[in-house]
DNA sequence: CAAAAACTTGACTAGTTGGTCAAAATGCAG
DNA sequence: CTGCATTTTGACCAACTAGTCAAGTTTTTG
């Protein structure tokens, strides 16, 4: 007598429709264009609906509550943001591999912006969304890249300098790109949407800091 | 019959009474206590009311519009914000000078952490309350100085740099240290709260940026 | 010390917004 | 083509919040 295969259970949606793959999409790729702009408490579930083309009770049957979307967002993003990290080889050429993981987050930064605001908004106001992950995911990875640049310095191959510090120093400048955008472009004027804008960015960021941490006789 | 000295015309209170001073004083601080913990929309004027220590209503007596409260909060700050750079002395020795830069950002971005995050807040959400502030204040100052600094570079006092990359930089790295707080404590922990963190932080930035600028043979 | 000015507040309003619900429309398996 | 599951939406509600207002209290001033 127990309806056999319904999927009403409290287990929770196991299959994912094609409809479902496609509106969740458009609904998050909307959602990480309005929350980068105006924040969590400053966007609207309305907002998000309008910008991905449907109505909002349609958009609450994907996502029951605003802060689910917010938060897929921001872990989505986030794991996708620190691969290049992830990626710095312990055996490679610490300049190479230094000057490597700078240029790529520069790209991400000018591909990305939207992604890299996000982000910073959350941390800016505490991360209540997201200690947790920052706790299990990028202290480990963070600690893990600290012990290899302090064997590189060790072998004389860097100038003595602190891991973290020089970590922070990297993130801090290359997002400074995405998120204060504005503020560069009230400086730099039309520079900054010029071609080569990028690379002239990146060759100015890898020469400050690459000579500054090469070993010094 | 003309009320003669009636001050309640158009013309704004030209008077501020003893009571007025220390209850906008009471008012903004408990404002930017609010204002960069939760953002613009974040904040209630309730919050910042019960903070002060009055009634909303009262509140809303020295500031009609809770805008008022934020913007007067921003320009306060950022006046403050630039005078660093306002002092670089174009006489001075660069490395000097830019160590005694960076050293007082640095400075800044630990004792008032809220300031550097309301400031933040504010750009990464497009500035909507201050680009004709940047546009007016900001650039002509950042313009000025990076003339400074592109002249250091002509007569061989610093390694060729590009003088606006640079200001962001020193920006970026120092600011980071308020505005991304949580980031840094979720990674390295107790070091942060310790005596000492400060100092230690200031050296490994100085460091790096410094030598990285320094001229080379 | 009385009157005017400045200050303070409880009670209220109008607008916004996150979320619900029941009913309709659509998709799809057999 | 039929019946069930999925998807979609208009109408609605309760909570919240910026700002108002009129009536009171305190401070200042002549």
């Given at each position: 007598m127990a309806k056999a295969?319904?999927?009403?259970?409290?287990?929770?949606?196991e299959k994912t429709t094609r409809i479902q793959e496609i509106n969740r999409r458009l609904i998050l790729d909307a959602a990480l264009d309005v929350f980068s702009t105006y924040g969590f408490r400053g966007t609207t579930i309305d907002q998000i609906a309008d910008k991905a083309g449907m109505s909002k009770p349609n958009l609450l049957y994907y996502f029951p509550r605003k802060q689910n979307i917010y938060v897929t967002l921001l872990e989505e993003t986030l794991t996708e943001w620190l691969a290049p990290l992830a990626d710095?080889?312990?055996?490679?050429?610490p300049i190479e591999q230094l000057r490597k993981y700078i240029t790529l987050k520069i790209k991400m930064s000018e591909s990305h912006p939207e992604a890299s605001r996000l982000f910073a908004n959350e941390v800016l106001h505490g991360a209540p969304a997201i200690s947790d992950f920052l706790a299990k995911h990028l202290k480990p990875l963070v600690d893990e890249k600290a012990v290899v640049i302090r064997r590189w310095v060790g072998e004389g191959k860097?100038?003595?300098?602190?891991p973290y510090h020089l970590i922070f120093m990297i993130w801090a400048t290359t997002q400074h790109y995405a998120d204060f955008d504005v503020q560069v472009r009230a400086i730099m004027g039309s520079q900054v949407g010029r071609p080569g804008f990028r690379e002239q960015t990146a060759q100015a960021v890898l020469s400050i800091i690459l000579n500054g941490i090469r070993p010094r006789s």
């Amino acid at each position: 007598m127990a309806k056999a295969a319904k999927q009403k259970t409290s287990s929770g949606p196991e299959k994912t429709t094609r409809i479902q793959e496609i509106n969740r999409r458009l609904i998050l790729d909307a959602a990480l264009d309005v929350f980068s702009t105006y924040g969590f408490r400053g966007t609207t579930i309305d907002q998000i609906a309008d910008k991905a083309g449907m109505s909002k009770p349609n958009l609450l049957y994907y996502f029951p509550r605003k802060q689910n979307i917010y938060v897929t967002l921001l872990e989505e993003t986030l794991t996708e943001w620190l691969a290049p990290l992830a990626d710095i080889d312990p055996e490679g050429d610490p300049i190479e591999q230094l000057r490597k993981y700078i240029t790529l987050k520069i790209k991400m930064s000018e591909s990305h912006p939207e992604a890299s605001r996000l982000f910073a908004n959350e941390v800016l106001h505490g991360a209540p969304a997201i200690s947790d992950f920052l706790a299990k995911h990028l202290k480990p990875l963070v600690d893990e890249k600290a012990v290899v640049i302090r064997r590189w310095v060790g072998e004389g191959k860097l100038a003595p300098v602190d891991p973290y510090h020089l970590i922070f120093m990297i993130w801090a400048t290359t997002q400074h790109y995405a998120d204060f955008d504005v503020q560069v472009r009230a400086i730099m004027g039309s520079q900054v949407g010029r071609p080569g804008f990028r690379e002239q960015t990146a060759q100015a960021v890898l020469s400050i800091i690459l000579n500054g941490i090469r070993p010094r006789s």
